[in-house]
Antibody, heavy 120, light 107 residues
Framework: EVQLVESGGGLVQPGRSLRLSCAAS????????MHWVRQAPGKGLEWVSG????????GYADSVKGRFTISRDNAKNSLYLQMNSLRAEDTALYYC?????????????WGQGTLVTVSS | EIVMTQSPATLSVSPGERATLSCRAS??????LAWYQQKPGQAPRLLIY???TRATGIPARFSGSGSGTEFTLTISSLQSEDFAVYYC?????????FGPGTKVDIK
């Protein structure tokens, strides 16, 4: 059974940093791209960042480019998101999502999310 | 960035009826279009990819069509468990982008 478990969310002041983690199990982690998708309270879905299986291809939404860094450790079956210079508009539930084998940049499994609240 | 739009914002449908949801891309995404279903308090679920291919375990009452810039998700006979928000997503270009969603509620 595929499981994605996010951690690291919490309340943080504007301008500070936070690092999210996603522990993956139930599939061969280093065969798949992985992504972070967020959802602000009561709002829609926003793709944040994605990383290919070997970290050779990385992308970011314009809204986080230069502030967030995605990484993965295939030996630990883990995905990370380093978030710097946080803003109030980064407040959201952050989902870790597995890239689908078929359908390239789609997401076939999702975690339950970790909540990030940016407020003073 | 490719901008995705969806219509209508809310669709009120009676159980057993057909629901038709639309998604439009600001430029061609070929057939690189997916649909997701999200229920309150839950993570999204992949329904359709490649514009028309159902994901594993998705019932046949869900179907997708379209290519280029115009896409449709059809739910042939709405069941109680289908009342949810539906999002389209393009994966033809990075950054990957979602539409704003269509809420399907009970009429």
């Amino acid at each position: 059974e595929v499981q994605l478990v996010e951690s690291g969310g919490g309340l943080v002041q504007p301008g500070r940093s936070l690092r999210l983690s996603c522990a993956a199990s139930g599939f061969t982690f280093d065969d798949y791209a992985m992504h972070w998708v967020r959802q602000a309270p009561g709002k829609g879905l926003e793709w944040v960042s994605g990383i290919s299986w070997n970290s050779g291809s990385i992308g970011y939404a314009d809204s986080v480019k230069g502030r967030f860094t995605i990484s993965r450790d295939n030996a630990k079956n883990s995905l990370y998101l380093q978030m710097n210079s946080l803003r109030a508009e980064d407040t959201a539930l952050y989902y870790c999502a597995k890239g689908a084998a078929a359908g390239g940049g789609t997401f076939d499994y999702w975690g339950q999310g970790t909540l990030v609240t940016v407020s003073s | 960035e490719i901008v995705m739009t969806q219509s209508p914002a809310t669709l009120s449908v009676s159980p057993g009826e057909r629901a038709t949801l639309s998604c439009r891309a600001s430029q061609s995404v070929s057939s690189n279009l997916a649909w997701y279903q999200q229920k309150p308090g839950q993570a999204p679920r992949l329904l359709i990819y490649g514009a028309s291919t159902r994901a594993t375990g998705i019932p046949a009452r869900f179907s997708g069509s379209g290519s280029g810039t115009e896409f449709t998700l059809t739910i042939s006979s709405l069941q109680s468990e289908d009342f949810a928000v539906y999002y389209c997503q393009q994966y033809n270009n990075w950054p990957l982008t979602f539409g704003p969603g269509t809420k399907v509620d009970i009429k």
